[in-house]
């Protein structure tokens, strides 16, 4: 009675090991079957049933190859397990048909036992070669892309570069087989700047900073130096903490750069000089556009302003409505002419110089044009000439006594001629006349009277002389 009772409850503990066998399979998500050794199902659970699309009475009724796609059996077909083989365990993927046929993949993980039974655990993994196929696709398209990229695009993961694209490693002078599984930095950054590289690298693949965008000195296979910018962002690739950016070469916009800003210092030198020049000349400059607004002047055009018109920039007035009426209709008759695209040039005079004389400027105003020959405004130049004016003043003065006193010289040699010559003729026929009789009172008297006469022509051209000399 004992043996028995002990028997019983043996069975019984075996009945219930086997419902929980049973419900652990029934329960289960993947789908699970039993094969015996020649590939007839002996069992199969809920799961399989609906990735399969068959009933549990239909698949107990059918063999493992009726599930399978048929061209792949023919490329790999079921090797039947001895019953003699020990007990393995393999995983591989498998291509089975559904019950609509409808091929799907599945991941299969084989326990083959000793006593004519194969367990099998299938997994639906469409989705996932889907994926992977994605995947494969995606990562075609990239290296398409990239391979064929004008800007150097590269990879890291761990420390190093796992992918560059040709560009990249033609920027440095390398393959891109010499730079893959190479530090970042080690080859193809400056030795002064690969600090701040690493610190860049390493922040980002520790997550501290996202993305990030600088530039640096980059280093050449041959030893020689360029500017480069990176753009790169930490992204997660198969569970790996991994950077992936772009590079470009901008050692020639830095040497433009560079360029520009010796000129930008050369311009700003040569507009402190121009401008110290123009405030010192003694020319008035002003810069107005169409519209007759005043731009820009010096200061020698603020005193001429302010000299000839009362101008007071303080005042706020306008300075053209203190130029009188007559001047002002003449000076926008020349700004028409200006404006047209024809340069004036003209003189004009002011009251209220030295001794009540006139101021004097001779006035140029030019046409500025833009690139488009559009004109855009002109530039009004007025120069002092009052002290040439006065010069050509005296030197037509002097020009004047000069002739004045060549047309007394001529009046002179003329008197000369005629008034000097006289007496001396008679002098000298007298003259003869005395050698010949020199007791001839009636000839000593004329010559007397001769010699008084040529005393007073001289007397009277040595006054004339005089007051001319005087009037003058």
């Avoid at 002996?42 to 239909?58: A, F, H, K, L, P």
């Avoid at 009188?324 to 209709?329: E, F, H, Y």
């Avoid at 130049?381 to 050509?392: F, G, N, V, W, Y």
Wanted: glycine share 4%; hydrophobic share 35%; proline share 4%.
């Amino acid at each position: 009675m004992e043996k028995k009772a002990e028997l019983l409850n043996i069975l019984n503990q075996l009945q219930k090991s086997e419902e929980k066998y049973r419900q652990l399979i029934e329960q289960a998500s993947d789908a699970i079957y039993i094969l015996n050794y020649n590939g007839n199902f002996t069992d199969v659970n809920q799961s399989m049933c609906s990735m399969t699309g068959y009933t549990r009475d239909e698949l107990l009724q059918m063999t493992i190859t009726q599930l399978i796609d048929p061209e792949q059996l023919k490329i790999d077909p079921i090797k039947y397990v001895p019953p003699s083989a020990p007990e393995t365990s393999t995983v591989r993927e498998r291509r089975f048909a559904h019950k609509s046929g409808r091929l799907f993949d599945v991941e299969v993980n084989v326990k083959t036992f000793p006593n004519d039974r194969v367990m099998v655990i299938a997994r639906d993994i469409t989705v996932r070669k889907a994926m992977e196929a994605d995947l494969i696709n995606a990562e075609l398209k990239f290296r398409t892309i990239a391979d064929r990229s004008m800007v150097g695009i590269y990879i890291v993961q761990e420390g190093e570069f796992v992918y560059v694209n040709p560009r990249f490693a033609e920027v440095f002078g390398y393959t891109p087989e010499e730079l893959i599984g190479k530090h970042p930095s080690s080859l193809v950054i400056h030795p002064n700047h690969r600090n701040e590289v690493d610190e860049s690298i390493r922040a980002r693949l520790s997550g501290e900073v996202e993305s990030v965008h600088y530039e640096t000195v980059g280093q050449r296979k041959d030893g020689s130096s360029n500017w480069i910018e990176f753009y790169g962002s930490r992204v997660m690739m198969s569970g790996v903490p991994s950077i992936i950016g772009t590079m470009l070469d901008i050692t020639e916009r830095k040497q433009a750069e560079e360029q520009i800003l010796k000129e930008k210092e050369s311009l700003l030198r040569s507009e402190a000089n121009l401008q110290t020049i123009i405030n010192n000349t003694d020319t008035a400059y002003a810069l107005l556009d169409a519209q007759l607004n005043i731009v820009e002047y010096n200061n020698m055009a603020l005193r001429y302003a302010q000299k000839e018109f009362n101008y007071d920039p303080a005042l706020g007035t306008d300075l053209f409505s203190q130029i009188p009426a007559d001047r002002m209709a003449k000076f926008r008759e020349y700004v028409s002419r200006v404006l047209g695209g024809s340069p004036v040039s003209y003189e004009v005079s002011y009251p209220g110089g030295a001794g009540n004389s006139p101021i004097w400027y001779h006035v140029r105003m030019f046409p500025i044009a833009g690139r488009d020959q559009q004109i855009l405004g002109l530039v009004f130049a007025a120069s002092d000439i009052s002290d040439r004016k006065r010069a050509d003043y005296h030197l037509q003065q002097a020009y004047r006594n000069i002739q004045y006193h060549v047309e007394s010289i001529k009046d002179m040699a003329w008197k000369q001629s005629h008034l000097i010559r006289s007496p001396l003729a008679n002098l000298k026929a007298l003259v003869d006349i005395l050698r010949a009789d020199p007791t001839d009172q009636l000839a000593l008297d004329y010559l007397s009277s001769e010699l008084e006469r040529l005393d007073t022509v001289i007397i009277d051209m040595s006054k004339d002389a005089t007051e001319r000399t005087i009037y003058n």
